[in-house]
């Protein structure tokens, strides 16, 4: 089975503190990707990344950096948290070729509850 | 208009009833087609996927794509209180490449006992 970990599953952070979420995971996936998920908006992708130290802008990058080091690891930073950052934060992975299976077929994290006051 | 749209509930059904949700999409180069199953405070987990239209079964689920009028539903055969959870929809264009993944906001099911 997929397995994908984050670091906390609740965090609690004062605004302007620099906030570092960890995933990783065990498949050998080549894609990650880092979403926030909130009430009415639905899932939204922050940033992903195909391949170490590659990264790609997704639909809200605005106060969000990633690093990708290791090809298990996918780091995303809040630069200086907000409290319009509070939000849950998920993690995914997915191969990059088919092998039968879509790319698109993304396994996702348990997820990390953040709040910023 | 969003690209993918799905009615967030909340969804209430008796045990044992079918339960059909569904999404409409408006970006025809969607190919891949895939539902999610999110409990509370857990990440999604993925539930079926589909290539173009037509059904596919698993157990009690049957996914089915109508790409002729952009609509895709997920069907639940004698649901259980352990369905209880949000089912999201997602879908992409699958072609060379990485390709984004547009996700429904969600429907929230809850199956009474």
């Known amino acids: 089975d997929v397995k994908v970990t984050q670091s906390s599953r609740y965090l609690v952070k004062r605004t302007g503190e620099k906030v570092f979420l960890e995933c990783v995971q065990d498949?050998?996936?080549?894609?990650m990707f880092w979403y926030r998920q909130d009430p009415g908006l639905g899932l939204r992708l922050i940033y992903f990344s195909y391949d170490v130290k590659m990264k790609e802008k997704g639909d809200i990058p605005e106060g969000y950096s990633v690093s990708r080091e290791k090809k298990e690891r996918f780091s995303l930073i809040l630069e200086s948290a907000s409290t319009n950052q509070t939000s849950m934060y998920l993690c995914?992975?997915?191969?990059?070729?088919?092998?039968?299976?879509?790319?698109?077929?993304?396994?996702f994290g348990p997820g990390t509850r953040l709040l910023v006051l | 208009q969003k690209e993918v749209e799905q009615d967030p509930g909340p969804l209430s059904v008796p045990e044992g009833a079918i339960v059909s949700l569904n999404c409409t999409y408006s970006?025809?180069?969607?190919?891949?087609f895939m539902w999610y199953r999110q409990y509370s405070r857990k990440g999604p987990e993925l539930l079926m996927y589909t290539y173009s239209s037509g059904n596919k079964e698993d157990g009690r689920f049957t996914a089915q794509v109508d790409k002729s009028s952009k609509y895709i539903s997920l069907f639940i055969r004698d649901s259980q209180p352990s369905d209880s959870a949000t089912y999201l929809c997602?879908?992409?264009?699958?072609?060379?490449?990485?390709?984004?993944?547009?996700f429904g906001i969600g429907t929230k099911l809850q199956v009474i006992p």
């Open positions: 995914a992975s997915s191969l990059w070729t088919s092998g039968g299976q879509p790319q698109e077929t993304q396994y």
């Open positions: 498949m050998d996936h080549e894609n």
């Open positions: 970006n025809s180069a969607f190919q891949y």
């Open positions: 997602a879908m992409s264009g699958g072609a060379g490449g990485y390709q984004k993944v547009t």
